[in-house]
């Protein structure tokens, strides 16, 4: 993958959480409101892909963390002179 597409997501995530595309998605929307012009799969889709992919990451991290923690430390050898 490359530079512009990872910067692409971040930008995607960036502006689904904004106020504009919170109302872009219909995430204020009532029940009996027209869905008509609003981006409502689009916007379902961004914020399902935002979830996984910040919970893989931070199970990676976590995953990492426990690692470094449970590694044990090496002593020096003592020598005898």
């Known amino acids: 993958m ?3 597409v990872f910067f692409a997501w971040i930008f995607a995530f960036y502006m689904r959480l904004q106020h504009s595309g919170k109302v872009c998605s219909g995430d204020y929307l009532g029940d009996s ?3 008509e012009g609003y981006l409502i ?3 379902r889709f961004l ?3 935002m979830i996984c992919i910040l919970s893989v990451f931070t199970v990676a991290v976590a ?3 426990c690692k470094i923690i449970r590694t044990p430390v090496a002593k020096p050898q003592e ?3």
């Open 41 to 43: 799969e689009q916007g």
């Open 79 to 81: 020598t005898e002179l």
């Open 2 to 4: 490359n530079y512009a």
């Open 63 to 65: 995953f990492v963390l």
């Open 47 to 49: 914020k399902y892909a």
């Open 33 to 35: 409101e027209s869905r």
